[in-house]
């Protein structure tokens, strides 16, 4: 199966703690489709202005993504300006500029209309609408949003009616507190899901990742790392590797679920150990798999068989 | 066999989003005792006032806690007054009156001289060290300790010394940090642990627990509840399951180690459902039992014999 992303592409300038970048590669759908490419042949929608460097489409499609969905419109390509302390969890925006992003229809080459499975990156809740009533009949849809969507008004609306039709939301604990208005994080996913999503990711930067089902809770810690230079992109490095190992799967069971959440926090493990996508340019299979093995190690305990109290 | 525990008894006043009590039973060794009496007997010791009644003495008791250990000398018992808003994790301290734990020696009943496990609550790393000078044999001490300690220059070399004779350090993510001045807790850990405890465990409330060894990381999340009305003595549940768990396994191996830290997950977990100790004093064998297979259940995935490519 492949995976539809849909997204921003832009130009980041970021400064943490250990270093500093200017106008570098980013933006949602970079991330999901690049994490996403390790596992299944992606098709990526979003926008470009007029400079925005043939490279960078040249690094997606190397990389098995079908950037025709990408349309390249006058004007700037959207940009972003942040700031970190040393809690990395907390990023500072110093500047948005949308740009050509605020001209964004997304309109979906006929090809990728009958995509089954679908990541709608954090955008206008009213554009994740748009795309999803162009594709005829997705079997999985996942869904990021941000406090700007659902604190206005304006949008709540919209984003409410795209809320009914994800399969899964992938958020913050902070966006998970306050789209229900609830601080305890057990009552705010009930209320959650009941909005539409059967299934609720909450993304907790270093703190790992909570996934609520109707089968229970799942609870994936994130990986214990020595060297986090820049998070920018970890939330939909992990969105785009649960997707695309369930879009490679073609599964939705509760088992692969699991299996894609701890996926999702491998690629996003991986994301941040380097400025924009530098350390997906060069992360392999091979690393994948082993970080995968020691996710294992680091979340196991031996439970059957024991006698507690003997 | 049994588990020494030493560090305070004390009226908790406390004021949480959930309601509030004054002058209830608190205290780092009624909490380590408490949750480690499900395991082993306990052999508790600390200082109290003339105002200790007699009901919490016996409630230890009934509980196969020696409280021989417990001094009662003239004057008041400590006490503590603290409010939490939403964020749980954080305890804002309104008042401390030290009153006899200011005068507090530790002196071990003859009979204790010779346990085998130790766990030292948070209290001056001095009165710790002089709790150590007279076990004979130790083979594994546990201990708390706080920013206060840390950061005064008056007592940091005496918390060097503790340390120094400390096999597993038990503190939260902001005192690994200060005691290391490192921010990235992996690497905080290796500073740590060269410092003399082999193991540290890192607490991180209701983002669950950290287990660095020289075998690698365990990672814990803390179990999600639908419920917390106060997390006071948390820390001091977790390490007091954790250690009553291994004393009564008589165990150091690091399978054991880890599913103690699980244990201490799910003794924490069971006390912050409500006030001082009341949740433990109705807290039964078959419940923690069940929430032990809830907590294989919450982190369990399957990574054996998954092909993640093919």
Redesign the interface.
Known sequence: MNLLAVGTLAFDSVTTPFGERRDVLGGSASFLSTAASY?CPVRMVGVIGEDFPREHLEFFRDRRIDTSGVLAIPGKTFRWRGRYD??LNVAHTLETQLNVLAEFEPKLPEVFRDSRFVVLGNIDPALQIKVLDQIRKPRLVACDTMNYWIEAPQYRTKLGEALARVDVLCINDGEARLLSGE?????AAQMIRRMGPKSLVVK?GE??A?LFTEQ??????AF???V?RDPTGAGDSFAGGMMG?LA?KDALDA?SL??A???GSVLASFAVEDFSLDRLRTLT?DE??LR??Q??????????G?S??A
């Open positions: 596992f040393e809690n601080y305890n994080l057990v009552k907790r703190h790992g909570l229970g809770v799942f609870a994936a810690p214990p790392l020595e986090v190992y490679k088992a699991r299996q959440v701890v996926m299979r994948i798999g995968f093995a996710y294992k190690t680091l979340t196991h305990f031996e439970a059957e024991v507690l109290w």
